[in-house]
């Protein structure tokens, strides 16, 4: 099955700083999606982000799909953005969506 | 519009008992996922409905787990017996995706804490 990576897999940064997450996998990829996790095990929809570029406030993505990576970028942190966050793909239309091994991220202020 | 509801938020059982969980999916949306997160792990899914019909039951350990969703709305994840290597969180997920035709945003609910004594 599809390998799907993520680094760093842990990740302590001070309050204000950037940050990017690294999403790698080993397949062609139908849909990708990041997620955050936070402390109560929430999973919080972030970006649905299949190629190109979006962002949201501090937060912005990029999927280059032909390279099989995508990146999350979190910029001037916050303690609240701590938690695990998580990339999923998407093999084939409609199906399942497997997820990457998580980054966990604590944010000190 | 409201998320995906899922209930009961926490359950504790000793081993060889059962348990049930059971999901409201977005309203509209065919597709339905159960998911197992264990500590420290990333979900892994279980079961996939669309409608009332399974898509992929392949990782779902048939000889304790079953799930259903009879109407096409609602679903219950169960477990019968329990085993130690059960504690995880069921998460349950719904999409407006439909199989081999279009994709769609998955959305997940709190999910549900299993902790098995």
């Known amino acids: 099955g599809i390998q799907v990576e993520q680094s760093p897999p842990d990740l302590i940064l001070q309050e204000g700083a950037n940050s990017t997450l690294r999403c790698n996998f080993s397949d062609s990829v139908n849909n990708l999606q990041w997620f955050h996790q936070n402390p109560w095990g929430q999973l919080i929809n972030l970006f649905y982000?299949?190629?190109g570029t979006k962002q949201n406030g501090r937060l912005s993505a990029t999927t280059v799909a032909t390279e099989r990576y995508s990146l999350l970028y979190i910029s001037s942190s916050q303690t609240t953005d701590s938690g695990v966050y998580f990339c999923?793909?998407?093999?084939?239309?409609?199906?399942?969506?497997?997820f990457g091994t998580g980054t966990s991220l604590t944010v000190i202020p | 519009e409201a998320g995906v509801a899922q209930s009961p938020r926490y359950k504790i059982i000793e081993k060889r008992q059962s348990v049930a969980f059971w999901c409201n999916p977005i309203s509209g949306h065919a597709t339905l996922y159960w998911y197992q997160q264990i500590l420290g792990q990333g979900p892994k899914l279980l079961i996939q409905?669309?409608?009332?019909?399974?898509?992929?039951d392949s990782q779902l350990p048939k000889d304790r787990f079953s799930a259903e969703r009879l109407k096409g709305v609602d679903s219950t994840l169960k477990i019968q017996p329990a085993k130690l290597e059960d504690s995880a969180v069921y998460l349950c997920a719904s999409s407006s995706s439909l199989a081999g035709v279009s994709t769609g945003e998955l959305f997940f609910g709190e999910g549900s804490r299993l902790t098995v004594l």
């Open positions: 409905f669309q409608n009332n019909g399974v898509v992929d």
């Open positions: 982000i299949p190629s």
């Open positions: 999923a793909v998407e093999m084939d239309t409609g199906n399942q969506f497997y």
